[in-house]
């Protein structure tokens, strides 16, 4: 699968933190970023399309990335679906907080303003989905994966782990599957959607 890959390694911490702060708007919009470690901030970003979604894989130090404002950049109307691989991670938004550990995922609307704070080095995978997608479909303020409903803890580590698995392959996996890889992330990601919403 074609993907783009940004990497800070080998440069000046200057322009590291330039480099990733054009990566990170390149694909997400403007957002606040602040380094929590003294050394390099050694951080990677790859890229894939998939069908109608875009995958994005992020390894980085301790650091938080912050949208402090409502958002409306046409180049970036979609949901985001933030899946951690290694580490822990708050994700905030409106009066809701998760923490965020490994196979944990938290589905929200990067319009809305919210921070993610990472005190360790992690890597996780960011699935953006095109707001049509999921236009039908019951979206509160932060979905995640948390849960003590049987079916739905099946459900969702059933899209953990699917969407982990396809993080590790993502550069190795043939173009044509795109397509169908798409499909399955979101036919499974409305199933966990509907079964919470009969399950509240």
């Given at each position: 699968m074609k993907c783009v890959m940004h990497?800070?390694?080998?440069l000046s911490l200057r322009q590291q933190v330039r480099h990733w702060q054009d990566a990170t708007d390149h694909y997400f919009g403007?957002?606040?970023?602040?380094?929590f470690c003294d050394g390099p901030f050694d951080a990677r970003l790859t890229a894939c399309e998939a069908?109608?979604?875009?995958l994005v894989t992020i390894d980085a130090p301790a650091h938080c990335v912050l949208r402090d404002h409502a958002a409306s950049d046409p180049r970036h109307d979609s949901f985001k679906l933030l899946l951690q691989l290694q580490g822990v991670s708050e994700i905030r938004q409106r009066d809701a907080s998760f923490s965020l550990q490994p196979g944990d995922w938290s589905l929200y609307d990067p319009r809305v303003p919210y921070a993610i704070t990472s005190l360790?080095?992690?890597r996780q995978m960011a699935v953006q989905i095109p707001?049509?997608?999921?236009?039908?479909?019951?979206l509160g303020s932060l979905h995640t994966c948390e849960t003590d409903a049987p079916e739905l803890v099946a459900l969702h580590q059933v899209l953990s782990s699917f969407l982990g698995a396809?993080?590790?392959?993502l550069r190795t996996l043939?173009?044509?599957a795109g397509a169908a890889l798409s499909e399955t992330t979101?036919?499974?990601?409305?199933?966990?959607?509907?079964a919470q919403r009969g399950d509240t």
């Open positions: 990497d800070t390694l080998g403007p957002l606040q970023a602040q380094a069908g109608s979604l875009r360790e080095s992690i707001r049509e997608k999921l236009g039908h479909l019951p396809l993080a590790a392959q043939p173009d044509a979101l036919g499974l990601l409305a199933q966990a959607l509907q």
